[in-house]
């Protein structure tokens, strides 16, 4: 198994660029999440999924957007980038929610 | 919402000694209590979880107390190696999780 894979491993936007960040996972797990980690501080969670249609917002969820049409995949779309959301970003997948899969991360600047 | 302190915010410590990182929680529905290894550059690491319905787990020389009474969970870590040398992070929730700050363990040796 590949685990839980994102791209790219980094990023380089300029203001009001939109962008779509990869997540995908081959181990048939429901549940997917997308947090953000700016330095110095934990993760806070933008969008979640608990299955193949099914999205909900988390702590931080405006400027991102999510779907969910297969299992694997769970991209984040930046509509309209901001230097505010200069991170990094993790996608992280569960089978029941233990939430113990984490990707490798994308760093992104928003110049 | 969910709302999580974590203290200290960092910890040095002797090699061999024990380490003690504690968070506070505010839903009462939280019901899942992960934490969290981070080392410089890499991906958070699940080191051990526990449920609501659980009161102590423990696995090799890390551990996990949860008083749902008092809304805190801590975790141990004995006779620390200087491997164990990260960011560590407590998470509460279920379906979304909220992260701690972190601590920053430094073993010495």
């Known amino acids: 198994n590949a685990g839980v894979t994102q791209t790219p491993k980094f990023q380089v936007l300029k203001t009001g660029q939109s962008m779509t960040l990869q997540c995908a996972q081959d181990?048939?797990?429901?549940?997917m999440s997308w947090y953000r980690q700016d330095p110095g501080m934990g993760l806070r969670l933008i969008h979640y999924?608990?299955?193949?249609?099914?999205?909900d917002q988390g702590e931080v969820p405006n400027g991102y957007n999510v779907s969910r049409s297969t299992t694997e995949d769970f991209p984040l779309r930046l509509l309209s980038a901001a230097p505010s959301q200069t991170s990094v970003y993790f996608c992280?997948?569960?089978?029941?929610?233990?939430?113990?899969?984490f990707g490798p991360g994308t760093r992104l600047t928003v110049l | 919402g969910e709302n999580v302190e974590q203290h200290p915010s960092t910890l040095s410590v002797q090699e061999g000694d024990s380490a003690v990182i504690k968070c506070t929680y505010s839903?009462?529905?939280?019901?899942?209590f992960p934490w969290y290894k981070q080392e410089l550059g890499k991906r958070p690491q699940l080191i051990i979880d526990i449920r609501s319905n659980v009161g102590e787990k423990k696995d090799q020389r890390i551990a996990v107390t949860l008083n749902k009474t008092a809304k805190h969970f801590s975790l141990h870590i004995t006779e620390t190696q200087p491997e164990d040398s990260a960011v560590y992070f407590c998470?509460?929730?279920?379906?979304?999780?909220?992260f701690g700050a972190g601590t920053i363990l430094r073993v010495k040796s």
């Open positions: 839903d009462s529905a939280s019901n899942y």
């Open positions: 181990m048939n797990h429901e549940y």
């Open positions: 999924s608990v299955g193949a249609g099914i999205t």
């Open positions: 992280a997948s569960s089978y029941s929610g233990g939430w113990e899969f």
């Open positions: 998470a509460a929730g279920g379906n979304k999780l909220v």
